[in-house]
């Protein structure tokens, strides 16, 4: 079945350091590939998404290329500040009415 | 604009008892979806509804039910409750079904199971 690998955290990095996060799906068809952070205490908001093959998703300095030939969706960001500590999702969606998850990875930013 | 509603924000529950929890969408959202997060993990689908009707169920026992009214809120209906139905239930709206739509989540229901 489709599935979504993320890569175990936590991930501490201190404050302006280059963020990666990596992410990678198994699907049947052609997914649309999703971000999503949670902040402590809260649900989760969407931070971006790609719906087809080599397209970019990018908000708040944050960006994922959607690579359809090693099925991956890395989450990176330039110059991380001690508010993007969170967790962040990695998802994917296809058939239109259900979103698999994967497993999430904290973010810790130290100043 | 109000964002998704859910309530009960907490909620503590006996083994055996039945719960309610509710979720109003975005204004506009016609799709409500379900899912549990269980403490760690990554949210599991529970439900989606849209226009009223049930579209797709995820991998849960028939002690899980949900409905959506004509204003498009929801409820999720758990009976029996075990221990490990213990989660954050989290509701989210999208205005359509499809594949390239992202979710707009509530704050959730922390249901604890005693």
């Known amino acids: 079945g489709d599935s979504v690998t993320q890569m175990e955290g936590p991930v501490t990095l201190s404050e302006e350091a280059f963020l990666t996060i990596n992410c990678t799906y198994t699907?049947?068809?052609?997914?649309?590939l999703f971000w999503y952070v949670q902040y402590p205490g809260e649900g989760l908001q969407l931070l971006l998404k790609?719906?087809?093959?080599?397209d970019k998703g990018s908000n708040k300095g944050f960006e994922a290329t959607y690579r359809k030939e090693t099925t991956s969706f890395h989450l990176e960001k330039g110059s991380v500040q001690v508010s993007d500590s969170a967790v962040y999702f990695c998802?994917?969606?296809?058939?239109?009415?259900?979103?698999?998850f994967g497993a999430g990875t904290r973010l810790f930013v130290k100043a | 604009d109000a964002g998704v509603t859910q309530s009960p924000t907490h909620l503590i529950k006996t083994r055996g008892q039945h719960v309610t929890l509710r979720c109003s969408p975005i204004?506009?959202?016609?799709?409500v979806s379900w899912y549990q997060q269980v403490l760690g993990q990554g949210p599991q689908f529970i439900f989606q509804?849209?226009?009223?009707?049930?579209?797709g169920r995820g991998n849960f026992p028939d002690r899980f039910s949900a409905r959506q009214f004509p204003n498009y809120s929801s409820e999720l209906n758990v009976n029996a409750l075990l221990l490990g139905d213990s989660a954050l239930y989290l509701c989210?709206?999208?205005?359509?079904?499809?594949?390239?739509?992202?979710?707009?989540f509530g704050s959730g229901t922390r249901l604890t199971v005693v």
């Open positions: 998802a994917l969606k296809t058939g239109g009415f259900k979103t698999i």
């Open positions: 204004s506009g959202h016609k799709s």
């Open positions: 699907a049947t068809g052609y997914p649309s």
């Open positions: 790609a719906t087809k093959a080599d």
């Open positions: 509804y849209y226009e009223k009707e049930e579209r």
């Open positions: 989210a709206s999208s205005l359509e079904t499809g594949t390239s739509h992202g979710y707009t």
